[in-house]
DNA sequence: ATGGTCGCTTTGCGA
């Protein structure tokens, strides 16, 4: 089985090219983040065609998530145990399906904005929250994918003078993705995609995907069950290639991570 | 310290 994770950053405005993404790569389940889309404004058709089916959750200005599977999707979940919410919005930002026998989260982790933000302290007490539930799944397969919004090493930052006053890369907020390792997770992605230089976002301007001027902060974390069957994984830097594909792209590549029965 | 570029519930805001 083929996994991947993408925020998409609108999935009406990137649907041509999440089409041509599963086609081209022959992905079994998507994980998508950044849909900005409701349940009535999904694009449907073209996945339907494609043998795809979807679910979707926590639609706001800047949210929303979604998984796409053509192995089934099966005993959806929207947010976690104890899940917080920002500023009493929907804010839906992880949905969770069993996806042919593997349960896939699709999570957008919060931004955190800047570190003086009550986002900031949003973002941390959601990943604890996320932690606690996830130490209980860790005996069954479980893929917790998707934009986690944290480098985890100095390595993930393309220059971290530039991110010395910045969320994303502050002791506690990797103190955060530590923990999920430390409760059994194992990252997949890095083993398979060894930096440096290697990154999954870079921002619009500037030209920062030409210059390779980016940051890894999207990752598929297995349970113990899960990552024993992991046989591949790689980032679609081609994805983010403004001269290749249709439209302007997403300012994140999608990880694909690969599944033995 | 600032600005650059996307998307959208667009003339502001979050990323």
Redesign the pocket.
């Known amino acids: 089985m083929r996994i991947a994770t993408w925020?998409v950053?609108?999935?009406?405005?990137?649907i041509d090219r999440v089409e041509a993404f599963l086609e081209r790569h022959d992905i079994d389940v998507l994980a998508v983040q950044?849909t900005?889309?409701?349940e009535d404004?999904l694009p449907l058709m073209g996945l339907h065609a494609r043998g795809y089916d979807i679910a979707a959750a926590g639609?706001?200005?800047?949210?929303g998530v979604a998984i796409i599977s053509r192995v089934g999707i099966e005993d959806v979940t929207v947010g976690f145990p104890d899940m917080p919410e920002f500023d009493g919005a929907?804010e839906a930002r992880a949905i969770g399906a069993l996806c042919g026998g593997v349960r896939i989260w699709s999570l957008y982790v919060?931004?955190?904005?800047k570190i003086d933000?009550p986002?900031y302290a949003y973002k941390l007490d959601w990943l604890g929250k996320l932690r606690t539930a996830a130490a209980e799944w860790t005996d069954q397969p479980v893929a917790l994918v998707g934009?986690w919004?944290i480098a985890p090493t100095d390595e993930d930052v393309f220059d971290m003078a530039?991110f010395a006053?910045s969320t994303h890369v502050t002791p506690p907020e990797r103190a955060a993705f530590q923990a999920f390792l430390d409760s059994g997770y194992a990252e997949v992605t890095r083993p398979h995609t060894p930096g440096p230089d290697v990154y999954t976002y870079w921002?619009?301007?500037?030209?920062r995907f030409e210059r390779n001027r980016g940051l890894r902060i999207d990752f598929a974390l297995c349970s113990p069950p899960l990552a024993s069957r992991v046989t591949g994984a790689f980032i679609d830097t081609d994805e983010r290639d403004?001269a290749q594909g249709t439209?302007?792209?997403?300012?994140h590549a999608p990880v694909i991570v690969d599944l033995s029965d």
């Open positions: 925020n950053n609108s999935l009406r405005s990137r950044e900005k889309a409701r404004q639609y706001n200005q800047w949210n929907s919060p931004n955190g904005r933000d986002h934009d919004n530039q006053t921002d619009y301007y500037r030209q403004p439209g302007s792209p997403s300012d």
